[in-house]
């Protein structure tokens, strides 16, 4: 069985940083692309950031590039999120995601893992 787990999340002030992670078990984590979406109250869920199965091929929103990095580690099957400069926009509900597209853009497919999300709030 398929087990994605994400952590990290919290309150935070405008300029701080954050860094949340995923654990991902009943899978090859190496043979996956993985990334992370978010979704705001209101609003679709939508691709942040993605990483490719041996992390050499990485793809940001534009709202997070420079921002946000990403990086995973296949040993410990980890996914990681360092975000950095945050913004009140930024908040949101962070899903990570097994089985991604990456193209331009992150995208998620009929067969992606979800997480059951992690809350990050940034007040302004």
């Known amino acids: 069985q398929v087990q994605v787990v994400e952590s990290g999340g919290g309150l935070v002030q405008a300029g701080g940083s954050l860094t949340l992670s995923c654990t991902a078990s009943g899978l090859r984590f190496n043979t996956y692309n993985v990334g992370w979406f978010r979704q705001a109250p209101g609003k679709e869920r939508e691709g942040v950031s993605c990483i490719g199965y041996i992390g050499g091929t990485t793809v940001y929103a534009d709202s997070v590039k420079g921002r946000f990095t990403i990086s995973r580690d296949n040993a410990k099957n980890t996914l990681y999120l360092q975000m950095n400069n945050l913004k009140p926009e930024d908040t949101a509900k962070y899903y990570c995601?097994?089985?991604?597209?990456?193209?331009?853009?992150?995208?998620?497919?009929?067969?992606?893992?979800w997480g059951q999300g992690t809350q990050v709030t940034v007040s302004s």
């Open positions: 995601a097994a089985g991604v597209t990456i193209t331009r853009a992150c995208s998620r497919r009929g067969d992606t893992y």
